[in-house]
Nanobody
Framework: VQLQASGGGLVQAGGSLRLSCAASGRTFSNQAMGWFRQAPGKEREFVAAINRNGRITSYADSVKGRFTISRDNAKNTVTLQMNSLKSEDTAVYSC????????????????????WGQGTQVTVSS
């Protein structure tokens, strides 16, 4: 599976960004997907996840109510809509795929994902 993330950039606090991750190489609807982020000097952390058919999502407490993950299995894409951005959201955001996922599960741990895309930088200025 190849994953290509895009959509990062510089935004003021309170603003919005939309990240996209395009997948290729395997049947996309068989992959559970997730977004993770890593800020400078910090460990990678879970942001959001979505199950194979897009009906189940999970979020880190720090982004709940502000971020929305969705997927389009016809277009092989997963999207992270980020609203009400804060300076603490500044990080490199990466998408990941779990090709061994069961239909009804989301996955919140990085070690559960076996494919990773390159990161996209999100910078929120205060």
């Amino acid at each position: 599976v190849q994953l290509q993330a895009s959509g990062g950039g510089l935004v003021q606090a309170g603003g919005s960004l939309r990240l996209s991750c395009a997948a290729s190489g395997r049947t996309f609807s068989n992959q559970a997907m997730g977004w993770f982020r890593q800020a400078p000097g910090k460990e990678r952390e879970f942001v959001a996840a979505i199950n194979r058919n897009g009906r189940i999502t999970s979020y880190a407490d720090s982004v709940k109510g502000r971020f929305t993950i969705s997927r389009d299995n016809a277009k092989n894409t997963v999207t992270l809509q980020m609203n009400s951005l804060k300076s603490e959201d500044t990080a490199v955001y990466s998408c990941a795929a779990n090709s061994r996922a069961i239909l009804s599960a989301t996955y919140n741990r990085a070690e559960e994902y076996n494919y990773w895309g390159q990161g996209t930088q999100v910078t929120v200025s205060s």
